[in-house]
Structure formats: structure tokens, C-alpha cells
């Protein structure tokens, strides 16, 4: 079964179809891609996926299930998490408490042991900062534990992000531009940490406009034109395909994008 079935996907801002008639899969623990140029709809696409936007059409399933329509929490507690464009941290706050905020959605402690300081709220804030802690590591920012967030460097910001959405445990991890304003060797790292997702059973739907990393990592690519689909298909065959090299590739050398 696909983990994400999405069918017959449209939204319209004022008459502009910013998606139009949409509808492609996602397997499970593949990387999956989304290219185009700004305003492809890329991030509009990214948000009907995260239940920020409501589609005018169409039906959005994660393994049989219906979301269409759902709220930001159901998509969420469904197993969808997701960064952003711009980041989106709390910079008045450690490392290891911006990861921790990500666990909320996942920590089964509720509000009457919360008021009453049970033992069962210090278990669960004990659980929760273990897991945090072990987020970091596997991010390469356990450095950065006890750091406020606005003393770290951009690229350790951009992974911290994704602890933080990898801290309420998705099925489905959507990345918007991770390797945006990255040097090479920060991409590499963003690159090697989306195959480990992908290898440890997490499916990533990755949004970038590096076609380095895009061609290096991706199971599968789906490409968009002002809303629609363009082409489908492996690296190899979007690589090649005439619409989308004079489309979106234009003066870049394919053969070097080939050994990415």
C-alpha cells in the first residue's frame, strides 16, 4: 500500500490555480521529491499536504485514511510532520528545549498529573529529554544541547528544525528547502541524513531547488508546472526528459547533475 495517495488535488487563490487537478503516490520509506521553479506550487502543494490549506478539490489518504478536509493536528497526529521554508525555531530557547517542543503531540502525561506534579509528568518530561538528547546526536548537534538557539550557526539550525519535527515521530517527513543558503559540505549532510530516514523506514517528501541533492537522494521526482504535473518518474528518467530540461534544468550540465 502507498503510504500517501493524493487524487484529483486543486486550489485556488482568486481564480489562480496554484494546484490543478493534482494526483500522484508516495511509497513508504522512499525519498520523493517535488522540483520546479518558484511558483510551481511547491509550498502551496507542501501545505495541503500538512492540512494548512484546504483544497477546492480532490482528496488527500495516508495509508486508506482520509484527511481531506482534517485539521493542522489531524494531519500531524496522522504521522505528517514537516519544516519550512524559513526557519521556524524558538530562538530565546536551548537546543535540547526546541526538540523537546516537538515531543508534545507523542508525551502521554495529561493535564490532571501536569497540575498535580505526579510522578508520572517526571517520567514523561525524563522520557522526553532522552529522546531529544538522542535526536541531536543522530543530527550531529548533541554540541548544542545547552546552547540558545540564536548562538548557532545557520546550517546547525537548519538540522535543528528537523530534530524538532523528527521529535513527534512521523511516518512522513515533508522538508522544505533544508539546503536552502547551505554550503556543499552542509548539503552533503543533509543529503546523507535523508537517505539514513529513508533507510530507517521514514518516507521523505523533499522540496529543493539544489538538483545536486534532489538527483543524488530521490527514489522518485515529481515535477511541477504552474500547478500541474509536469513529469514523473526516477532521477534518471526526469533527467532526461526533454519538457524538463528545457522547462526547469535549462544551462545546467545534466551529465554532471547525473553524477550527483
Not at 519544516?83 to 507523542?106: C, E, I, K, P, Y
Not at 536552502?180 to 521514514?202: K, V, Y
Not at 504535473?229 to 528518467?237: I, K, M, Y
Request: aromatic content about 4%.
Amino acid at each position: 500500500m502507498s503510504t500517501l495517495a493524493v487524487s484529483g488535488l486543486t486550489k485556488t487563490f482568486g481564480g489562480v490555480h496554484a494546484i490543478e487537478d493534482l494526483s500522484f503516490e508516495i511509497r513508504a520509506a522512499t525519498v520523493h521529491s517535488i522540483i520546479g521553479p518558484n511558483g510551481a506550487g511547491k509550498t502551496t502543494l507542501l501545505n495541503l499536504l500538512t492540512g494548512v490549506y484546504l483544497p477546492n478539490a480532490g482528496s488527500i489518504r495516508l495509508d486508506g485514511r482520509e484527511l481531506t478536509g482534517a485539521p493542522v493536528h489531524a494531519f500531524a497526529a496522522a504521522g505528517i510532520g514537516r519544516t519550512f521554508q524559513n526557519l521556524q525555531v524558538f530562538f530565546n530557547m536551548s537546543a535540547l528545549d526546541n526538540v523537546m517542543t516537538g515531543r508534545h503531540l507523542r508525551e502521554r502525561c495529561g493535564l490532571l498529573p501536569a497540575l498535580l506534579h505526579t510522578p508520572g509528568l517526571a517520567r514523561a518530561e525524563r522520557e522526553s529529554r532522552e529522546c531529544a538528547l538522542g535526536l541531536l546526536r543522530f543530527l550531529g548537534l548533541e554540541a548544542y544541547a545547552d546552547a540558545c538557539a540564536d548562538a548557532m550557526p545557520y546550517g546547525a539550525l537548519k538540522r535543528l528544525e528537523i530534530a524538532r519535527a523528527l521529535a513527534g515521530e512521523p511516518r512522513m517527513l515533508l522538508l522544505d528547502e533544508p539546503a536552502a543558503g547551505l554550503n556543499p559540505t552542509e548539503a552533503a549532510e543533509i543529503a546523507g541524513l535523508i537517505r539514513r530516514l529513508a533507510e530507517s523506514g521514514t518516507t521523505v517528501v523533499l522540496v529543493e531547488h539544489n538538483m545536486r541533492l534532489v538527483m543524488g537522494v530521490s527514489d522518485h521526482i515529481l515535477v511541477l508546472d504552474y500547478g500541474r504535473r509536469l513529469s514523473e518518474g526516477t532521477a534518471a528518467q526526469v533527467r532526461d526528459d526533454p519538457r524538463v530540461i528545457e522547462a526547469y534544468l535549462g544551462a545546467v550540465d545534466t551529465r554532471v547533475a547525473g553524477h550527483a
